[in-house]
C-alpha cells in the first residue's frame, strides 16, 4: 500500500515481497553498528522480522517503518518510518539506507515528508528519536529535520546510553 510520494521518492508499507532486501539491509555493517543485529539471516527470518516489526506496527498504531524506493527507476534504497516503543512516552524516528544511497538526501526527503504525513494524520504532539552516541550522520540528520539534542539518557536501567533527540510538531513545519 502507498503511503506518499516525494520529488524523488515513492513510500509504501513493507510487505513480504521485500524480504530479499531487508536481509541485505539489516546485514549491512552500518545497520549491525549502529542499529543492532537483529539476528536476520535469511528470507524466514526477514519475513518474521517483517510481521513482528513494521508489519505488526501498522496494525496496531496506524503506522511504522516503511519502504523508500526511488520513483525514477524503482530501486529500493531504505526504510523510514515512526514507531511507538514501551520505554519511550511519544513515537520515534527510524531510517536505515544502503550506504550506496547516502548522501544524496534520500534520508532527509522521506523523513521530512513523513514526519509532517504522520504528525498530522495522528495529531502527534513530538516525535523524538535516539540514536548512538558516536551515529554522527544521524545527528547531523536530525538536526537539519529540526531535532534538537536533549543529551544522553538510557532506555532500561542496565542498557546502553543512547542520545535523545526531540521535535515539536510546530518545529517539524519550521525545518521545512
Ligand atoms: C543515517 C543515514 C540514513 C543517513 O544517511 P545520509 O545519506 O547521510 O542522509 P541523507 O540521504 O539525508 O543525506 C544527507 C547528506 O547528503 C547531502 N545531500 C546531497 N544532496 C542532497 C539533497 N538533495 N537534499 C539534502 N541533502 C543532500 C547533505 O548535504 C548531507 O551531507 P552531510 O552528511 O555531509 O551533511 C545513513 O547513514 C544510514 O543508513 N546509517 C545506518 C543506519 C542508521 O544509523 N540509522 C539511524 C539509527 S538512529
Known amino acids: 500500500m502507498k503511503v506518499l510520494d516525494t520529488g524523488r521518492l515513492t ?27 537483529k ?39 531504505g526504510i523510514c518510518g515512526i514507531l511507538k516503543r514501551e520505554e519511550l512516552p511519544h513515537p520515534d524516528l527510524g531510517f536505515a539506507f544502503l550506504p550506496k ?35 554522527e550522520s544521524s545527528g547531523r540528520l536530525l538536526e537539519r529535520l529540526g531535532f534538537v539534542d536533549e543529551g544522553n539518557t538510557q532506555l532500561k536501567p542496565d542498557s546502553d546510553e543512547v542520545k535523545l533527540f526531540r521535535v515539536k510538531a510546530e518545529g517539524i513545519a519550521a525545518a521545512r
Open 39 to 77: 539476528g536476520v539471516r535469511n528470507g524466514a527470518d526477514a519475513c518474521r522480522y517483517l510481521d513482528q516489526g513494521p508489519m505488526a506496527s501498522y496494525q496496531e498504531h496506524g503506522f511504522g517503518l516503511y519502504r523508500v524506493s526511488l520513483k525514477f527507476g524503482g530501486d529500493v534504497v
Open 101 to 135: 544511497y547516502w548522501s544524496q538526501g534520500y534520508a532527509f526527503e522521506s523523513a521530512q515528508a513523513l514526519m509532517e504525513y504522520e504528525v498530522n494524520k495522528h495529531q502527534l504532539d513530538e516525535v523524538l528519536a535516539i540514536t548512538t552516541p558516536h551515529n
Open 11 to 37: 513510500i509504501r508499507h513493507l510487505e513480504h515481497n521485500d524480504a530479499t532486501f531487508i536481509l541485505r539491509l539489516l546485514n549491512e555493517p552500518s545497520f549491525i553498528e549502529f542499529i543492532g543485529d
